[in-house]
């Protein structure tokens, strides 16, 4: 079984930081990609970062200039450092990773539960 588990969400100031973080978990076989999403209340699910596993980084518009994505390869994490948090922002944020996991022989996309940002004063 497959897993991936995100910390570190919570209740930020507007202006301030976090940094997310997601595990994967379980029989791995390749990443091809993990990255972030978000969705906000009445809104759709929109692309806040992404990263292959070759490196290459793709950011949304909404958040680009603001967040940073990078990855763990030895523990099958990856990261998105957040800063100057607008309101707007707020939203659950999901982990995404493109992985082959053991029993299969084609990528898919496996999500997490999500993780609650609150930008508010």
């Known amino acids: 079984q497959v897993q991936l588990v995100e910390s570190g969400g919570g209740l930020v100031q507007p202006g301030g930081s976090l940094r997310l973080s997601c595990v994967a978990s379980?029989?791995?076989?390749?990443?091809?990609?993990m990255g972030w999403y978000r969705q906000a209340p009445g809104k759709q699910r929109e692309l806040v970062a992404t990263?292959?596993?070759?490196?290459?980084?793709n950011y949304g518009d909404s958040m680009k200039g603001r967040v940073t994505i990078f990855r763990d390869s030895a523990e099958n994490t990856v990261y998105l450092q957040m800063n100057s948090l607008k309101p707007e922002d707020t939203a659950v944020y999901y982990c995404?990773?493109?992985?082959?996991?053991?029993?299969?022989?084609?990528?898919?996309?496996?999500w997490g539960q999500g993780t609650q940002v609150t930008v508010s004063s």
């Open positions: 379980g029989t791995i076989v390749r990443f091809y990609a």
């Open positions: 990263r292959t596993i070759g490196g290459t980084t």
């Open positions: 995404n990773a493109q992985m082959v996991v053991g029993g299969t022989t084609s990528e898919s996309d496996y």
